[in-house]
């Protein structure tokens, strides 16, 4: 993982506004992403995950969009709600190795209500 | 549903003690890993188990060591413990892919 120091990158938005969290990884060869919500004094929870054989994937509330070409994620959710206010974090797994996520930088979401 | 546990959720130590963290996993998870992740940081790996032996190695220090039961809980031993140390310290277990994180054991070092 990267280091990110003591600053994450913030995000604020409204309450009922649409977020955008992206995130840039680093190995061409990895082939599973994962997005993560960890909230204060809490472990990582799994949000949702993409395979590199599809560009975009949908859940409930949240898209993720994988663009490979650049290697590129984005996180997508919708309504935002204050109990989305989390540090939001993506994760790489390499192909062909064992499935270690490796997590990258994370960013701060504040929902203002 | 059962989470992962993990215990104790906050310990204070002194530079140059010794500290042991514990997790237990889902039940019936046959994976166990261990992260370290520092204030304002993400969180690294540093070792994992699959079926009480060890299968992966991160960014662990020779100073610490890790090994799994055959109940499948799984002991983090941190040795000469250093102020750089302090850190939030997860367990996360899976089954397959999908990994699940416990709520972490806050270490202090003093």
């Known amino acids: 993982g990267e280091s990110v120091g003591l600053h994450l990158p913030t995000l604020s938005v409204q309450e009922g506004d649409n977020s955008i969290i992206n995130c840039a990884y680093s190995?061409?060869?990895?082939?599973?992403f994962i997005w993560y919500k960890q909230e204060s004094g809490k472990g990582p929870q799994f949000i949702i995950d993409?395979?590199?054989?599809?560009d975009k994937r949908q859940g409930q509330r949240v898209t993720v969009l994988l663009n490979k070409t650049v290697k590129h994620l984005s996180l997508q959710i919708a309504a935002t709600q204050p109990g989305d206010s989390a540090v939001y974090f993506c994760?790489?797994?390499?192909?062909?190795?064992?499935?270690?996520?490796?997590f990258g930088r994370g960013t701060s979401l504040i929902v203002h209500p | 549903a059962a989470g992962v546990i993990q215990s104790p959720r906050h310990l204070i130590k002194e530079k140059r003690e010794t500290a042991t963290l514990k997790c237990y996993p889902i039940?019936?998870?046959?994976?166990v890993y261990w992260y370290q992740q520092g204030p304002g940081q993400d969180p690294q790996f540093l070792i994992s188990?699959?079926?009480?032996?060890?299968?992966d190695k991160g960014s662990i220090p020779d100073r610490f060591s890790a090994q799994q039961f055959s109940d499948y809980h799984s002991e983090l031993n941190m040795s000469s413990l250093e102020l750089g140390d302090s850190a939030l310290y997860f367990c996360?277990?899976?089954?397959?892919?999908?990994?699940?994180f416990g709520p972490g054991t806050r270490l202090t070092v003093l």
């Open positions: 996360a277990s899976s089954y397959l892919d999908e990994q699940f």
């Open positions: 190995n061409s060869a990895s082939d599973y």
């Open positions: 993409i395979r590199s054989n599809m």
């Open positions: 994760a790489e797994n390499m192909a062909g190795g064992s499935y270690i996520p490796t």
């Open positions: 039940p019936r998870h046959d994976t």
């Open positions: 188990f699959y079926e009480k032996m060890q299968s």
